[in-house]
Nanobody, 121 residues
């Protein structure tokens, strides 16, 4: 019913920038928190950045000052602007959101399929 589709990943050189987008579609009556996670080869999935419905944000220490999360509630979309990219940022980036699919139910958690970000010289 609900889909989260990421886009904007790709190959970039160290120091470069990428902007990821995640659009939610389907039966949606509300979206609470949204966030970005990443999983590098051989590593656990980790929270990169999150934003509440009110616009409050938090970031992993490793990306503070380089990444910016934002959202457009009218478009049911969350973004991740990634600047000054480093090779250690290489990972599959996943969108996550708490979504209400019915006015008679509460929020449930959803994941996107992921988008590959590769930072290489």
């Amino acid at each position: 019913q609900v889909q989260l589709v990421e886009s904007g990943g790709g190959l970039v050189q160290p120091g470069g920038s990428l902007r990821l987008s995640c659009a939610a579609s389907g039966s949606i009556t509300g979206i609470n928190g949204m966030g970005w996670y990443r999983q590098a080869p051989g590593k656990q999935r980790e929270l990169v950045a999150a934003v509440t419905s009110g616009g409050s944000t938090n970031y992993a220490d490793s990306v503070k000052g380089r990444f910016t999360i934002s959202r457009d509630n009218a478009k049911n979309t969350v973004y991740l602007q990634m600047n000054s990219l480093k090779p250690e940022d290489t990972a599959v980036y996943y969108c996550n959101a708490d979504i209400r699919v019915s006015v008679t139910s509460w929020y449930s958690n959803h994941w996107g399929q992921g988008t590959q970000v590769t930072v290489s010289s």
